[in-house]
Nanobody, 121 residues
């Protein structure tokens, strides 16, 4: 089970840190991803991190502004979001996959509930 938190409303240029806490003892077996979905748009990949934390991936739109990390001791993955823009406004979802780590939502087996991020100009 995945529980996302940390969303909120900020002005452009501001920062937020999203957290996704996982229950269970097998967190270290899962690659994790963050996705987002804006109203009327498809869910899109934001960032991913391998099970060990050794590899990360970012969408071009967030590269250099967002940082994904994980603490396997706390069963938690984070998404630090800096220099936020109005176009970052969306519901953000964390997801987990035991294999096939990639950018397609279809690769992920488990999903948390969304946490809303609103960035005003």
């Amino acid at each position: 089970q995945l529980q996302a938190s940390g969303g909120g409303s900020v002005r452009a240029g501001g920062s937020l840190r999203l957290s996704c806490a996982a229950s269970g003892r097998t967190f270290t077996r899962y690659h994790m991803g963050w996705f987002r979905q804006a109203p009327g748009k498809e869910r899109e990949f934001v960032s991913g991190i391998s099970s060990s934390g050794g590899m990360t991936s970012y969408a071009d739109s967030v590269k250099g502004r967002f940082t994904i990390s994980r603490d396997n001791g706390k069963n938690t993955v984070y998404l630090r979001m800096n220099s936020l823009k109005p176009e970052d406004t969306a519901d953000y979802y964390c997801a987990a996959t035991p294999s096939g780590w990639g950018r397609s939502p279809s690769l992920y087996d488990y999903w948390g509930q969304g946490t809303q991020v609103t960035v005003s100009s």
